[in-house]
C-alpha cells in the first residue's frame, strides 16, 4: 500500500517527503524531526500509511508545523491548537 500511494504521488506530480522510522510509542525527538522537514519543504499535508503509532506521530507533525512553540506545550497542556494544522491524510494499517 506504502509504495502505491507514493507511485501516485509522484504519478500526480506531487512533491513528497518520507519520514520513516516511526517506532511504537514514538519518540518526541522523531515527532520535531518531521516537524523540521515540513517545515524546511513547505510541504502542505501530511499522509500517515501505517498502525497507531505512525497516525499519531502524524497528528502531532500536522499540528506542530502551524505553530512557532514546541510541540510539547500541547502534550504538556500549556498550549492548545487555535489555528487549523495542516491537512493530515491516514491510510491505517488495519485497512489494508
Not at 18 to 42: C, D, F, M, T
Not at 73 to 78: P, Q, V
Request: glycine residues 10%; aromatic residues 6%; hydrophobic residues 40%.
Amino acid at each position: 500500500m506504502y509504495t502505491k500511494i507514493t507511485h501516485s504521488l509522484a504519478e500526480a506530480g506531487v512533491h513528497s517527503v518520507e519520514h520513516g522510522g516511526v517506532q511504537s510509542n514514538p519518540l518526541l525527538e522523531h515527532v520535531r524531526a518531521g516537524i523540521a522537514k515540513v517545515k524546511e519543504h513547505h510541504l502542505k499535508a501530511v499522509v500517515a500509511v501505517g498502525g497507531g503509532s505512525v497516525l499519531d506521530t502524524a497528528k502531532a507533525i500536522a499540528a506542530g508545523s502551524v505553530v512557532d512553540h514546541d510541540v510539547w506545550k500541547f502534550f504538556a497542556g500549556k498550549k492548545t491548537l487555535k489555528k487549523a494544522s495542516r491537512y493530515c491524510s491516514s491510510r491505517p494499517a488495519s485497512s489494508l
